[in-house]
C-alpha cells in the first residue's frame, strides 16, 4: 500500500478551501501492522476513505497491492476490508447472522459460501451463541466484534480498522488484538487508525503520525522517540519535594513531569544530560531511579503539541 502527493480538499461554504491531506506520501509494507496516528481532523479518516475507494483524492496517487485506488476502484474494493464500528453498517432489526448474509449478498457471495463463513466468523469473534439475536439489544463492544466478522466476509488480504477496541473490555480487547495478530499470520495486512498509544505500541509493527493532512514521523513504536532527537528520561518513584524545582535548573533538563503518587519524569536533551542528572541524584543519595527512552505517548504529545480540546 502507497501513496505519492496524495492531496484532498473540501470547499466548505463561503468558498472557504479546507484541506484534509496535503502531499502525503507513505508506504504500508505488505503484512503488517501499520499504526495510523493523529489528533482529531488530522485526515486519518480521510486518508483510510481513499484508499478504500470511498472518496476520491484531488491530487496524487494511492495503490494498494498495486491496483490504482482510482483507475482500478473495482479490484481495490474485492482486496480491502473497512471497519469503522460504532453503529454505521449495522442493521439494529436483523440478527447478527442476517446482518452479515446481507453484507455476503453485496459481496455477491453464494447463499452456501456466505451461510459458512457467516456461522465461522461469528463463533471466531465470540459471536456464535448470539448469532440469532438482533442487534438492537448488542452492547457497543459486541458491535464492534460483528463490524470485525462483517469486514473479514469476503476474505481480504487489507483490513481498515478505525479504533477497533472502543467500547471493549480489557479482556475482550486483549482477545480482539490476539485475533488480529493470528490474522497478520495468516498473510493480511492492516492499517490501524487509534487513540490508544499502548495499543499500537503493543500491536503496531510500524507507525504513521500525521497532522493536519501531512507527516510527521513513521517508524516502528519503539524507534518512535528518534522523532525527538537524542533525548531520553529519567524515572523517579519517590524523590520528595526538595528535588522537583533543582531539578529543571540542571543543564540539559528539557522538562519535569509530574505523575501519580508523587513520580517524577525528568526529560532530559540527551545522553550527557541524563549521566548529569544522575550524577546529582546521587549526590543527594537518591539511589533508585531509571533511566529510559520517552513513549510513543510522550512522542504523540510533543509532535502534536498542546492544543487542549480544540481540532
Known amino acids: 500500500m502507497h501513496t505519492r502527493g496524495l492531496r484532498r480538499t473540501y470547499t466548505r461554504r463561503r468558498r472557504a478551501t479546507v484541506v484534509a491531506l496535503d502531499d502525503l506520501t507513505f508506504t504500508v509494507v505488505q503484512n503488517e501492522i501499520h499504526g495510523l496516528l493523529g489528533p482529531n481532523g488530522a485526515g486519518k479518516t480521510t486518508l483510510v476513505e481513499i484508499l478504500s475507494t470511498v472518496l476520491l483524492p484531488s491530487a496524487g496517487t494511492a495503490r494498494v497491492l ?7 476502484a473495482g479490484a481495490v474494493r474485492a482486496l480491502v476490508g473497512l471497519v469503522l464500528g460504532g453503529d454505521r453498517g449495522l442493521y439494529d432489526r436483523l440478527t447478527a447472522r442476517r446482518n452479515l448474509l446481507f453484507w455476503g449478498a453485496l459481496y455477491r457471495l453464494d447463499g452456501r459460501t456466505a451461510r459458512a463463513r457467516a456461522d465461522a466468523l461469528l463463533e471466531r469473534v465470540g459471536l456464535g451463541d448470539r448469532a440469532g439475536d438482533p442487534v438492537e439489544g448488542f452492547s457497543r463492544g459486541m458491535r464492534q466484534r460483528l463490524h470485525l466478522a462483517r469486514g473479514l466476509l469476503h476474505e481480504p488480504r487489507v483490513l481498515f480498522l478505525d479504533e477497533p477496541t472502543s467500547g ?16 497478520r499470520a495468516e498473510g493480511r495486512t492492516f492499517l490501524l487508525a487509534t487513540h490508544d498509544m499502548d495499543e499500537a505500541a503493543a500491536l503496531c509493527d510500524r507507525v504513521t503520525l500525521i497532522d493536519r493532512g501531512r507527516m510527521l514521523l513513521t517508524g516502528d513504536p519503539a524507534g518512535a522517540a528518534r522523532f525527538l532527537g537524542d533525548g531520553e528520561c529519567v524515572d523517579l518513584d519517590d524523590p520528595g519535594p526538595a528535588l522537583t524545582g533543582p531539578l529543571e535548573l540542571l543543564p540539559g533538563v528539557t522538562g519535569v513531569e509530574h505523575r501519580d503518587g508523587g513520580a ?24 533508585t531511579a531509571r533511566r529510559g527512552r520517552p513513549t510513543l505517548e510522550e512522542v504523540y504529545l510533543r509532535a502534536v503539541g498542546d492544543r487542549g480540546m480544540r481540532v
Open 168 to 183: 471493549l473490555d480489557p479482556v475482550a480487547a486483549t482477545a480482539f488484538r490476539g485475533l488480529v495478530r493470528d490474522l
Open 264 to 287: 517524577l519524569r525528568v526529560h532530559t536533551a540527551g545522553r550527557d544530560a541524563t549521566r548529569r542528572v544522575l550524577a546529582w541524584l546521587l549526590d543527594r543519595d537518591v539511589l
Open 66 to 72: 498495486g491496483r490504482d485506488v482510482v483507475a482500478d
